[in-house]
């Protein structure tokens, strides 16, 4: 370890004395009755020290008032560096700075609201560009192009070669518009699992309402069938009373206004009294005498237990 740096974390005698000159500085800069007792110093290098006081200031607990002060070489004049509010190590700080696409959450958009979407969007892969030659991953190949033209072609006075403009029917322009692809993006398998995973974690069979219901979705008379690969997982609920009404919920999920559900049942009647007229039943008014648990003495004077 050099010299050099064995003064720079020394702090300097005189800066360190400084207290007096490094308060005024603060209470300067600071709003009256804002800056505390002295918490500290710090080294900054040779012949440089840092004051704290504490920040009584309202919303910044934990903020220090910083104070540097100096000292030329061979000089016993300490003299002002600059004062700053700094946060101490515990001090109430605002939350780390996101930029909008990262605070995003679902619900935030609201109308008249615009979401672009970047470019290199992970959720999002090339559809049909617009342009005779489709992008590699289109879902229009060039075979089928191919097959379309030759089968749907117009009829031309000459091959197709010599023509200045390619048939209308047999562009690949129109052939993705019939086939619905005239999106210049479309849905990448990377969008689709996140979209799956995040509809299950919603309406899927480990919910408790899944798992409290009579049967799952996929036997629900109410459940609309989707198209695509989805279809083979998801479908729409469309039972007004349910939870899941106009959702995407997974063929798993359930609740209890499924449409097999089993009825409630009734609660039973009573079945009408009996009564049979050919007999009679005696029906004493009073107790047999010898119906207690204690037999019956003629003197009630000499029972010590008395009668039941």
């Known amino acids: 370890m050099s010299a050099a740096t064995t003064r720079s974390r020394t702090p300097d005698r005189l800066c360190a004395e400084a207290?007096?000159?490094?308060?005024?500085?603060?209470?300067?800069?600071?709003?009256?009755?804002?800056?505390?007792?002295h918490v500290g110093t710090v080294s900054e290098g040779d012949r440089v020290v840092t004051h704290f006081f504490e920040c009584k200031e309202l919303g910044y607990r934990g903020w220090r008032w910083a104070v540097t002060v100096a000292r030329a070489s061979r000089a016993k004049v300490v003299t002002l560096d600059e004062t700053v509010l700094l946060p101490g190590p515990d001090a109430l700080l605002a939350p780390e700075w996101l930029p909008w696409s990262e605070r995003l959450r679902p619900g935030d958009l609201g109308p008249g609201d615009l979401l672009p979407t970047d470019a290199e969007d992970l959720r999002l892969e090339p559809g049909f560009c617009g342009e005779e030659e489709p992008p590699p991953n289109a879902a229009v190949s060039g075979e089928m192009a191919e097959l379309v033209e030759a089968e749907d072609a117009e009829v031309t006075g000459?091959?197709?070669?010599?023509?200045?403009i390619a048939p209308t029917r047999g562009s690949i322009a129109a052939v993705a518009?019939?086939?619905?692809?005239?999106?210049?993006r479309v849905l990448s398998r990377y969008?689709?699992?996140?979209?799956?995973?995040?509809?299950?974690d919603s309406f899927g069979p480990k919910t408790p309402m899944a798992q409290a219901a009579p049967a799952t979705c996929v036997s629900c008379a109410f459940l609309v069938p989707v198209g695509g690969s989805l279809g083979q997982a998801f479908g729409v609920c469309a039972?007004?009373?349910?939870?899941?009404?106009?959702?995407?919920?997974?063929?798993?999920?359930?609740?209890?206004?499924?449409?097999?559900?089993a009825v409630m049942p009734k609660t039973p009647r009573p079945a009408p009294p009996v009564v049979d007229e050919t007999r009679v039943e005696p029906f004493?008014?009073?107790?047999s005498p010898d119906s207690g648990s204690v037999p019956a003495?003629?003197?009630e004077s000499a029972a010590e237990l008395g009668h039941s």
């Open 158 to 164: 000459g091959a197709p070669a010599n023509l200045p």
């Open 284 to 287: 004493p008014l009073r107790p």
């Open 239 to 261: 039972n007004e009373f349910s939870p899941a009404d106009g959702r995407m919920v997974s063929l798993s999920y359930g609740c209890g206004a499924h449409s097999e559900a």
């Open 191 to 200: 969008g689709l699992h996140t979209a799956a995973d995040r509809w299950e």
């Open 297 to 299: 003495v003629s003197d």
């Open 177 to 184: 518009e019939e086939l619905g692809m005239g999106r210049a």
């Open 19 to 37: 207290v007096d000159l490094a308060r005024a500085a603060a209470e300067e800069t600071a709003a009256p009755g804002v800056v505390g007792e």
